[in-house]
């Protein structure tokens, strides 16, 4: 979800003939955003034998989702600030407010973070939230409490988000 958000508001923004150029987003909630690359990072090596995701699968994502013929793990999809996409500064870009959330036992965690400093880099208002002891996607399961602290985060941000913009018609 947080990748395909960030795509899809980079597409808003940037594409005059995208479809998407009709949305007016304002504010980006990058829940564990899926990023990658061909590098391994720290947490991808740590973090091998955790529920949910793990390198195994993303790998095994990457390969039936990207772009058949010749497509890897640094394509800009996959890797939205390095790789294929080294050139994508988006400093000039009319991005909006984002709020990033990252959990400790998530392989990805370093691929988010990373994808937190380069908005900041770029001049993007961006808020990283970590929970330390979540798994990927562990908003999906209600009784834990990280889960509930993660919906009044983004309850606020999306409140802050509401009163700040200009409603259009």
């Known amino acids: ?17 995208h479809e998407f150029r009709k ?9 564990q955003p899926f990023f990658g690359g061909e590098e391994r990072t720290e947490s991808e090596l740590r973090l091998k034998k955790v529920p949910m995701i793990n390198v195994e699968r993303t790998d095994w994502m990457w390969r039936v989702f990207l772009p058949a013929g010749g497509s ?11 790789g294929a996409a080294k050139s ?24 988010q973070r990373r994808y937190y400093e380069e908005l900041k880099k770029c001049g993007k208002e961006v808020k ?10 562990f908003y999906g399961f209600p009784e834990l409490p990280e889960s509930a602290f993660l919906i009044t985060e983004l309850r606020d941000f ?3 988000q509401s009163s700040s913009s200009s409603p259009t018609i």
Request: hydrophobic share 45%; glycine share 12%; charged share 15%.
């Open 128 to 137: 990283l939230l970590e929970y330390p002891n979540a798994i990927h996607g």
């Open 72 to 82: 890897d793990r640094n394509h800009e999809v996959t890797n939205a600030f390095g």
């Open 88 to 111: 994508a500064d988006i400093s000039g870009v009319n991005f909006p407010s984002t709020i990033v959330i990252v959990g400790g036992f998530d392989p990805l965690q370093d691929w």
């Open 23 to 31: 949305l007016k987003v304002i504010g980006l909630m990058a829940i």
């Open 158 to 160: 999306i409140q802050n």
């Open 1 to 17: 979800g947080g990748n395909i958000a960030h795509h899809v508001t980079l597409r808003a923004q940037v594409g005059e003939e």
